[in-house]
């Protein structure tokens, strides 16, 4: 549109419409020079004597491929179902659907029921998998089958070069790098997960999760426990993340600066097409359908 | 006489085969899955802390049930956990020692309506002994139950032996509850349903141990404990309501299936197993641990049994896919049931527990059919249809029993919430059905729905909150448009980048030059596209809810016929100091309004900007804000707007117009156009009307306009009055369209008259006007002058037949309850309302004017 002569209009999204627009955000954070400055030029902006980088891992630090949270659910059974296949203590294993679903059922129990924490329940993957053992009676540990959800996870998952790189220049010139993430991984597992994806241990030494805080960043209440780890006022933090709601706007509300990492539209219509095509197989295969919800 | 035989061996038959369809294909698979659930949480839940305790006498049956589902599960053979027999009023008097408030709260409840005899004889109907020692006839004991908590307090001797028996009950509770605890310190309850009320006395009696519940359903009542909610687990559903996108909530509506289904055949555990009471309560104990069961009255049981028995060892996907086959039908046939499928779905009454004796009935046999219905005990001499379906347990079902076809599938969509009055004749849709949208799509960002205009200059303090506001809107498919008029851009920016709004969704546009309110408001329209525009003033504020109801409402089958739609406003008195806002009060503002007129708003603007949400073709079709007017900008455009569309109205406080109306606020930087430049608007009041008609004096709205400025001139002689005759505290109209101010009253009777008069003239007029659309063109009746007498404007207002608004000071109720003859009128219809018959006859009669 025009506007009369002494009117501007100014925008704040260049970077987080160029994000959302890219049809390849690999490409984006790994190898486009300029889309890469600008980043490092934005985050040193913001951090502007800050001595906190604080980062989400999933989908920040890490990007995921284009897979959907259901299909890697029903990998990890058929993965399970594989292992407990050469397992000889294993008389009879179970289906694989059976194992995802066992998994489904742990997952929501965990969430629906674990301790509360400030009324703030998070999920397990400990209670997950120990659920899951029992509701299948398998002769096998919670380690052995977390380790291999790891495996799986880490077959989907790649670091995120700008963001890697730039905690890097952080940590080396004298500041501090803080994990936080909102994730039913225990901060030990998602250390593990890291250490699968090359992530240097100095990067994973001050790393938070919910599964261990039962509060999360959506809540707000995860901010403070990094404070009070970290020993640091919230004018000493910036977060990047890509939860609107938990990277962004709580960060902001508990007086943090904050930088929003959206994931790119074609990746959440990859995941929802791919979200449908799984759920489709396990209604038409299996007739079941489950609640986990569409990539949104 | 044989063929009523072969009839009913027919019906007999056709019974038995839908119940045996009903427990192998519906309820069985169902309640397979619920005891999958109550495994998953069981499994989560076991270690060496935490008990399980199977509450009676649901859990009776609940505790064989999941034996009999353990069986060929893979891992255990037994449920883990012990009975707990109790009932809520053996817990009540359990707990009455530790926590009397709560226990005598819930009997006083129980009892509400009966007489406090009734509660003595249920607390203690175990106790012959005690009862034959009381004075049962003591007058005391014909007050209500609902008095309990004050008589208990009394030292008289029924009350001696009452709180005596309470407290021996309470030493033998905490010694049952350490007996089966021991020293684990969590328990879970496995009960039936529905909102833990039990689990809440045990949470508050006995807080060094954790209480969670594990029910098929969690339905919250409003008398439920909001404190314990994320520890009441309904394992099925958790819903008030049925939820088309959860059919197991359709249980929701008749939950009576889950208790007639799991309730033994014995009596409720009103006593308590352990020390004095131990003997009396084992007798109860005993008769459901040995329940006989009948194939009649427990065939759902029976049913569910065999199909249990009948599938053992069945896979977890296998239980989740039968389960997810079944439930739909099983949902259809709880809220549309047939008559022959509510007959075969009928078991047995329910029986009332907390010391009643008395049966519920499930349904209700009607006398036309009696012989081949469910239940002769619940049928009353007089009953009709009516009464029936309000009495039984399931209404869906009794409405099947009454009526066939169309009829009663509409009554069910009825009383099961699915349909309402409003949209019987509505062939667009209901509620419901919008609510039943699919996956939302992703946002466009460079199309968002809405467009939030905010309009600022030098207000940084009052921008931040208009932040906040914007920021807190539960529905976020907004573009917010930041439009600086001619003040500093920096303090805009600063804003801006301390506000969580997500940056893809601001527009900041900043004129070099004040280009005034309403050329601002067209730049920041300009700049955004969207389907839907709001102007948000940078010193107004939203509920969080605004946006989603207001688009909700234009999205829905009710608001598609309308242009724009306002809530309701709340005024917010207030004044700046330093970097502080400080509020000095709210009240509603104009919240008589229920629908939006031309001719109503030729009289002047009724609502603020912030209230209203359109279209933004409605925004092109107008041409945009009238650039010429500095002030009413607002009011023009919806004259203009209103030629164009309707507009609805969401009767709901929903926008905070904020004034700066007291201290140094009034003036300067922080005024309000409507407070500090209140010159302005009685000059431009007239300048845009006369625009108004110079632009439509063809039109025949237009005359509305003329006669609006009637009514206003009419509505501003209520300023005119005397001070005195005003109510205090009185909110300023902040009326943009200038000589209208705020439809308070008065409490002066001499004065009142007149009020009425000019009220009753302006009512008149508005009617006339919103009749024909024109300048009193096809009415017979023609608009009164306010220096009319009472004797013409009641002429008028016979002519007309309609009813008039009520003048806000005149209490209805009151009037009504002091007249009953009125009263009775207004029933009947015969009269039109109480300040209708009040000015029409009751103040020639002499009758009291009730006034607010």
């Not at chain 1, 400055?37 to 001595?51: H, I, K, M, N, P």
């Not at chain 2, 009839?7 to 119940?19: G, M, P």
């Not at chain 2, 023009?636 to 309707?646: G, I, M, S, T, W």
């Not at chain 2, 206003?712 to 005003?726: A, H, T, V, Y």
Request: with cysteine; aromatic share 8%.
């Amino acid at each position: 549109m025009t506007f009369p002569s002494d009117t501007e209009a100014h925008r704040f999204d260049a970077l987080q419409s160029a994000i959302y627009a890219s049809d390849d955000r690999f490409r984006l954070f790994n190898s486009d020079p300029d889309f890469r400055q600008g980043l490092t030029a934005e985050l040193d902006r913001l951090l502007d004597g800050r001595s906190v980088l604080s980062l989400d891992v999933f989908d920040t630090l890490l990007l995921r491929d284009d897979s959907s949270e259901l299909t890697r659910f029903v990998e990890f059974g058929q993965r399970i179902h594989d292992f407990l296949g050469s397992n000889a203590a294993v008389e009879r294993e179970p289906a694989a659907v059976d194992i995802f679903l066992a998994r489904y059922l742990g997952t929501k129990v965990s969430y629906r029921a674990g301790r509360r924490v400030q009324g703030c329940r998070e999920g397990s993957l400990t209670e997950i998998y120990r659920t899951l053992i029992r509701l299948l009676d398998l002769p096998v540990t919670v380690d052995e089958l977390v380790d291999l959800e790891l495996e799986c996870e880490a077959e989907r998952l790649t670091p995120n070069g700008a963001i890697v790189d730039y905690a890097r220049q952080h940590l080396d010139r004298g500041g501090k790098v803080l994990l936080l993430t909102d994730m039913y991984m225990h901060a030990s597992q998602v250390r593990s997960l890291l250490g699968k994806l090359g992530i240097e241990a100095d990067l994973t030494a001050n790393l938070i999760s919910s599964a261990d805080t039962k509060v999360s960043k959506a809540s707000g209440l995860l901010f403070a426990i990094a404070e009070e780890s970290l020993g640091l006022p919230a004018d000493e933090f910036l977060h990047v993340g890509d939860s609107l709601r938990g990277d962004f706007s709580q960060a902001i509300a508990r007086g943090w600066k904050a930088f929003h990492l959206p994931i790119p539209r074609t990746a959440i219509l990859r995941r929802r097409e791919d979200h449908l095509r799984t759920e489709q197989w396990l209604s038409e295969s299996h007739g079941v359908m489950t609640s986990v919800a569409i990539p949104g | 006489m044989a063929s009523e035989q072969r009839d009913k061996q027919q019906t007999d038959t056709t019974n038995e085969a839908l119940r045996q369809q009903i427990g192998q294909e519906l309820l069985g698979p169902v309640i397979q899955r619920w005891l999958l659930a109550l495994h998953q949480h069981v499994e989560y839940f076991r270690d060496a802390d935490t008990a399980f305790l199977y509450c009676a006498r649901a859990g009776v049956r609940i505790e064989r049930l999941y034996r009999a589902f353990l069986q060929g599960y893979a891992g255990r053979d037994n449920p883990a956990g012990d009975l707990f027999w109790i009932s809520r009023i053996a817990v009540a008097k359990g707990v009455s020692q530790r926590k009397p408030a709560l226990a005598h709260a819930l009997l006083a409840r129980e009892y509400w309506h009966l007489p406090l005899r009734d509660l003595v004889t249920g607390l203690l109907r175990h106790q012959p002994e005690r009862l034959r020692a009381m004075d049962l006839d003591a007058e005391e004991l014909n007050a209500h139950g609902h008095n309990f908590p004050g008589w208990i307090t009394v030292k008289g001797p029924v009350q001696r032996e009452v709180v005596d028996y309470l407290q021996r009950c309470g030493d033998a509770f905490d010694g049952y509850v350490t007996d089966l605890l021991q020293a684990r310190k969590r328990a879970i309850l496995i009960d039936s349903g529905w909102q833990g009320s039990t689990q809440s006395l045990l949470h508050h009696a006995y807080p060094d141990r954790e209480w969670y519940g594990l029910y098929f359903g969690r339905i919250l009542t409003a008398h439920h404990d909001p404190s314990i909610v994320p520890d009441v687990v309904g394992l099925m559903f958790e819903s008030q309501g049925y939820d088309p996108a959860v059919p197991e909530s359709a249980f929701a509506v008749h939950r009576h299936i889950i208790e007639v289904l799991l309730e033994p055949n014995g009596p409720s555990i009103e006593e308590i197993p352990f020390g004095f009471s131990l003997d009396t309560a084992m007798r109860l104990v005993e008769q459901n641990k040995d329940e006989d069961l009948d194939a009649e009255d427990d065939w759902m049981y029976l049913a569910v049994m065999r199909y249990l028995d009948e599938n053992t060892g069945l896979s977890i996907s296998e239980i989740m896919r039968r389960h997810q086959q079944a439930m739909p039908e099983l949902a259809r046939l709880i809220l549309h049931p047939s008559r022959q499928e509510a007959i075969a779905f009928y078991a047995k009454p329910r029986s009332a527990d907390f010391g009643k004796s008395l049966k519920v009935p499930v349904l209700i046999q009607p006398a036309a059919n009696a012989e081949e219905g469910p239940d002769e005990q619940g049928s009353q001499q007089g009953d009709d249809a009516e009464s029936r379906i309000e009495r039984s347990l399931w209404p869906q079902g009794q409405i099947a029993l009454e009526y066939e076809g169309g009829v009663a599938r509409d009554l069910q969509m009825r009383v099961s919430g699915l349909t309402t009055d409003a949209a019987y004749f509505d062939p667009t849709g209901t509620a419901q059905a919008d609510a039943l949208q699919a996956v939302p799509e992703l946002p466009d960002f460079e199309r968002p729905v809405v467009a939030i205009v905010t309009r600022t200059k030098n207000r940084p303090v009052l921008l931040k909150r208009a932040a906040e506001s914007v920021a807190r809107q539960t529905f976020g498919d907004y573009v917010w448009v930041i439009v600086n008029d001619g003040g500093d851009a920096e303090p805009v920016r600063q804003v801006i980048a301390a506000c969580p709004i997500d940056r893809r969704r601001i527009v900041f546009v900043s004129n070099r030059v004040s280009l005034g309110m309403e050329a601002a408001s067209n730049v920041g329209i300009r700049a955004s596209g969207s389907e839907f525009i709001v102007i948000h003033d940078d010193d107004d504020s939203w509920d969080p809810g605004f946006l989603a109801k207001t688009v909700s409402f234009l999205r829905g089958s009710r608001g598609r016929r309308y242009g724009g739609v306002i809530t309701q406003s709340t005024y917010v008195s207030e004044e700046i100091r330093g970097d502080k806002v400080i509020e000095h009060g709210r009240w509603p503002y104009q919240d008589w309004v229920r629908n939006v007129q031309i001719a109503e708003m030729a009289c002047g603007n009724f609502f603020p900007p912030i209230a209203f949400v359109y279209r933004r073709e409605l925004y092109d079709a107008v041409g945009g804000y009238n650039e010429a007017l500095p002030v009413l900008g607002d009011w023009f455009f919806n004259l203009e707007f209103l030629l164009q569309a309707d507009i609805g109205v969401i009767v709901e406080p929903l926008a905070f117009y904020h004034h700066r109306d007291t201290g140094g606020s009034r003036t300067g930087l922080y005024a309000n156009s409507v407070i500090g430049g209140v010159s302005k608007h009685e000059e431009f009041a007239a300048i845009a009307r006369n625009e108004f008609l110079r632009r439509h004096g063809n039109n025949n709205a237009a005359a509305s306009v003329v006669l609006g400025h009637a009514m206003g001139d009419i509505r501003s002689r209520f300023d005119r009055m005397p001070e005195r005759i005003r109510e205090g505290g009185m909110a300023p109209s902040g009326d943009s369209g200038g000589g209208w101010p705020g439809r308070s009253g008065s409490k002066a009777g001499a004065d009142m008259d007149a009020i009425d008069r000019y009220w009753v003239a302006a009512e008149i007029n508005r009617i006339v006007a919103s009749r024909q659309g024109g300048l009193f063109g096809g009415s017979k009746v023609k608009p009164v002058s306010p220096d009319s007498s009472w004797e013409d404007i009641l002429r008028a207002l016979r002519a007309l037949r309609e009813r008039i608004a009520t003048q806000p000071n005149f209490d209805e109720s009151r009037y009504l309850s002091e007249n009953p003859d009125v009263a009775d009128g207004v029933d009947r219809n015969t009269v039109l309302c109480a300040y209708a018959h009040y000015v029409m006859f009751g103040r020639a009669e002499g009758r009291r004017r009730p006034g607010k």
